[in-house]
C-alpha cells in the first residue's frame, strides 16, 4: 500500500476472492520488496488479476511498463478491449533484457531491503514511529512539537526531498524513499540535527 508501505495478508485477498462475485485486482507494484504474493491464488480464484510493473524493483519507471496475471479468459477479456499498438519496440526490448537479467534484479532488490532495514532502524533511533515497510520506501509518524511539514521544508531547505502529504490522517506522516546508501546518511544526519536543534530550544 502507498503511502504506508503495508501488505494485505495474502490470506485476506484470499478470502475477498472468494467472496465477491465481480472482479478482484491486486496491484503488486511493490511486491519484489516483500515478503509474500498473490500469484499463487489466480489458479484458486478465476476472478482475480494481479498486476505488476517493471517501474520499481526493475528500474524501468520512465518506460512504464507493466504485465496482468489471471486465468485465460479474464485475458481474453482484457485482450479485447486493449489498443493494438499499446507499448513499442524500444520498451518491449528493454522489458525482456530487464526480465532476463536475473542477477541484477536480485542484487538490485537485496540493496534496496538491506537500506530499508538500516533506514528503519536508525528513523526509531531518533525517535520516529516507523509503519512496517513491505516496499522500497517508509513512513513515518511525526509529534507535535516536530511536525512532518516543519522536518519537510526543512529537509527541502538541504536540497533532500521527501514526501509530505497535506490531507486529514496524513499530514502527521512523512513517506521517504529508499535511496542509495549515501543519499540516506546524509538523510539521517540531517534529521539528527533537525532533532538536536529542537532539544536546544
Partial sequence: NSPSGTMVPVDKVSNIAGKIDGVLVVDEAYV?????????LVDEHPNLIVLRTLSKSYSLAGMRLGFAVAQEDLIKGMIKGKD?????????????????????????????????????????KLGFFVYPSQANF???????????????????????LIRYIEQPRLDDCLRITVGTDDEINALLETLAKINNSLKIL
Fill in 32 to 40: 519484489d520488496f516483500a515478503d509474500d504474493n498473490c500469484l499463487r
Fill in 84 to 124: 493494438s499498438y499499446n507499448v513499442d519496440r524500444l520498451s518491449m526490448t528493454a522489458a525482456i533484457a530487464a526480465l532476463e537479467d536475473h542477477e541484477t534484479f536480485r542484487i538490485n532488490i537485496d540493496r534496496i531491503k538491506k537500506t530499508r532495514e538500516h533506514l528503519i532502524n536508525s528513523l526509531k
Fill in 138 to 160: 517508509v513512513m513515518i509518524k511525526c509529534s507535535d512539537a516536530l511536525t512532518a511539514k516543519s522536518i519537510y521544508l526543512r529537509l527541502k531547505e538541504q536540497k533532500i
